[in-house]
């Protein structure tokens, strides 16, 4: 669903590569973990992977499509939740869904029945119809959830998403995570809470530096020592002696 070829991003002042040189495969059915301590290059990598940001070399393919080649193609296959809550906050929450719902071209009868689904499901139809300032930082949050949801896209791509949300929400986009993959799709999502990583994600990657320190299911990151936790293993790869968690 996601390839990376040799991808780096380097940023002008000082040349320094915030990613140097990325190799990576994330399949569909699977739910896939970034992990790394702060400024590794997550987010620059995420950036990348969604169009935001330009890699400096290598290619990116979603779902086999090349994205600096077709980039609406590509964008239209995602799901993006950004790890900030820049949102318009002058529009009710509906207007702001429906202002995406326009801009991915879902169709009245889909968008009504995923809105219903989705509202719901996150607790949020009663604040539906306010001004996004007034949200709490967790209500930003399912907002942005349901609008990226809301085109029913086969890839979704998370930075942080559970930040903020009370712990039914959080449950329930992690049941809506397996369920996504279950059906064939895929999700690629950053977190720094280490064991939610290692409860739900079928291959982890760890980046450190700018580069994949490992990349594997729990099994294949232990290497044979079974009771390795995930902490103690991003610890060991990263060097992080605990800082940025």
């Given at each position: ?7 780096s991003?380097t ?17 569909r ?18 950036r ?10 290598g ?15 590509c ?8 790890d900030?809550h ?15 719902g ?16 989705f ?51 959080a449950?329930?986009?992690?049941e ?12 690629f999502?950053?977190t720094?809470v ?27 990151l ?6 390795d936790?995930?902490?103690?293993l ?10 940025g968690?």
């Open positions: 669903m996601i390839t990376l070829n040799n991808i991003k940023y002008a002042r000082g040349g320094v590569k915030a990613v140097d040189n990325i190799d990576l495969n994330v399949k059915g699977e739910i896939f973990g970034f992990l790394g301590p702060n400024g590794a290059g997550k987010s620059t990598t995420i990348m992977i969604t169009g935001i940001l330009q890699p400096t070399e290619t990116i393919f979603i779902d086999g499509i090349n994205l600096a080649e077709s980039p609406e193609e964008k239209a296959k995602i799901g993006y939740v950004p900030n820049e949102i318009f906050e002058r529009l009710s929450g509906m207007e702001y869904l429906n202002f995406i326009d801009v991915y071209g879902v169709s009245t009868p889909a968008r009504k029945a995923r809105l219903k689904k509202l719901d499901m996150f607790e949020l139809s009663d604040a539906a119809g306010s001004l996004i300032r007034s949200y709490s930082r967790g209500m930003k949050q399912k907002l942005l959830l349901i609008g990226a949801l809301l085109h029913s896209p086969p890839l979704w791509i998370l930075d942080e998403p559970m930040v903020g949300l009370d712990p039914k929400s449950l329930r986009l992690k809506q995570m397996r369920e996504h993959c279950d059906a064939g799709n895929a999700v999502f950053s720094h280490l064991e939610v990583a290692e409860r739900l994600c079928d291959r982890i990657g760890i980046i450190s530096g700018g580069r994949l320190a490992a990349v594997g299911t729990m099994d294949e232990r290497s044979g020592k079974d009771d936790t995930l902490e103690k991003f610890f060991e790869l990263t060097d992080d002696g605990g800082e968690l």
